[in-house]
């Protein structure tokens, strides 16, 4: 095993969706892998999933009703009790537990951009980190997509002859597993043109 292929500890922001099969296989590898997300219940079910599969899980809830990666609360109302610890503690939590990180792979498409530029600093020069964008940064006039200092994947949709669909989780995470071992750069899952042909 090479240095640069050696186990490391990835940080995964959408590891209980679309990013699921993504952090199984990096778990699978042998790396450690932390898992952050809003909702305490699909984070323990993947803890609970990934403790017999190699590699360790570190799912990471920021607490009920809160937001992980700073996005929008979910419905229930947050449950009195100690507050739930915010996106620094989390990072500096995963850290101190399983090492600095190594590379990180973020779908978190409602997070407000200071919450992304903090995860993407937790990860620094530590390794990749594949920021995965939805295909509304490739609207008409939509402007320039941010953070181009990441490996970015603008989710496109499949188009086939069954007609254009979004991509399943497994191609998602197949599509975020190559930008994250490939050459540093930017890439597109799919296509996003003709815009009308957008799957509702
Ligand atoms: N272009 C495409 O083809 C494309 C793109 C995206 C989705 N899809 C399809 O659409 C389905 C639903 O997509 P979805 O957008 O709802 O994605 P999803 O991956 O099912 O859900 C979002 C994931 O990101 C986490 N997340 C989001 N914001 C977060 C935040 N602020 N902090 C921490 N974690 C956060 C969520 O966990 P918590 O909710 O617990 O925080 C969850 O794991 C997918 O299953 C896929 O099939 C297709």
Redesign the pocket.
Known sequence: MTRDDAPGHVLV????????PAAAELARRGHRVSA????PG??ARLAREWGGAGGAARAR??GRGR??????A?APPPRPGPPAPGLPELLAAARHAAGPFTGALL?????PAE?VAGLLRAVGTGGPAVL?L??AWAAPGAGQPPFPAARRLL????AGPGGP?????A??SAGALARFEGPPGDGL??VVRPWAER?A
């Open positions: 922001v959408g590891a209980t969706g679309v990013l699921r952050l997300a809003r909702r699909p984070l809830a920021r937001p992980g990666a700073g996005g929008a979910a779908y978190c498409p409602d997070a919450a995965l939805t295909s989710l496109g949709w499949a669909r979004w991509h399943t989780p191609e998602i899952l799919g799957p």
